[in-house]
């Protein structure tokens, strides 16, 4: 089962800023990874797919990016509706296993 | 616009099932399998299984063979899952997703329903 670890477990920011979230796989997934957004009550919503890909109607200030185990997710210029929780997902595996998410805060 | 609808929250006895359902709408049902993925606060996001909306064949995480049951109707675009033999650790909010092959039997999933709370309680 590929494991997938996801860090920082939290993060604060000021808005305007620009964050990086990492996400580090057990073994290589060959950029078969996604991004969601999560904010509180709500469910996750799709940003980034095959590691790198933008989904519709995903603002550019978000992007994604790495290889074999090693990937990140990059917010650009913070906007107050960005501080949620993050998480990646591997989509190579039958598991489709989920980090375990990064809570991005407002300082 | 593309929506999954989810039934309301439920509230079960240990020992008991619950059969929750997401209707689609907004785009052609049986193009897309559904999956279905388990939020808690300690587990984090599980995937559960996927149904493929135009077979009604499944697939399922093996955690969860014997727990969930997927099925499907294709006539009113609506996919089901049953929970049985609750106990207090199926306690979490559940959610359907339309499913994006990423490869083989892994998925992206592009949108979501907005989530069935489940609480298992005496």
């Known amino acids: 089962d590929i494991q997938m670890t996801q860090s920082p477990a939290s993060l604060s920011a000021s808005l305007g800023e620009t964050v990086t979230i990492e996400c580090l796989a057990s073994?290589?997934?060959?950029?078969?990874l996604a991004w969601y957004q999560q904010k509180p009550g709500k469910s996750p919503q799709l940003l980034i797919y095959?590691?790198?890909s933008l989904h519709t109607g995903v603002p550019s200030r978000f992007s994604g990016s790495g290889s074999g185990t090693q990937y990140s997710l990059k917010i650009n210029s913070l906007q107050p509706e960005d501080f949620a929780s993050y998480y990646c997902?591997?989509?190579?595996?039958?598991?489709?296993?989920f980090g375990a998410g990064t809570k991005l805060e407002l300082k | 616009q593309v929506q999954l609808q989810q039934s309301g929250a439920e509230l079960a006895k240990p020992g008991s099932s619950v059969k929750i359902s997401c209707k689609a709408s907004?785009?052609?049902?049986?193009?897309?399998?559904i999956s279905w993925i388990k939020q808690t606060t300690g587990q984090g996001l599980e995937y559960i299984g996927y149904?493929?909306?135009?077979?009604?064949?499944?697939n399922y995480n093996e955690k969860f063979k014997g727990k969930a049951t997927l099925t499907v109707d294709k006539s009113s675009s609506t996919a089901f899952m049953q929970l049985s033999s609750l106990t207090p650790d199926d306690s979490a909010v559940y959610y359907c997703?339309?499913?994006?092959?990423?490869?083989?039997?892994?998925?992206?999933?592009?949108?979501w329903g907005q989530g069935v709370m489940v609480t298992v309680s005496s």
């Open positions: 095959d590691a790198s």
């Open positions: 997703a339309r499913s994006l092959m990423a490869y083989y039997d892994g998925y992206y999933f592009d949108y």
């Open positions: 907004g785009y052609t049902f049986t193009s897309y399998y």
């Open positions: 997902q591997n989509g190579l595996s039958a598991l489709n296993t």
């Open positions: 073994e290589d997934i060959y950029d078969i």
């Open positions: 149904i493929n909306t135009g077979s009604g064949g499944t």
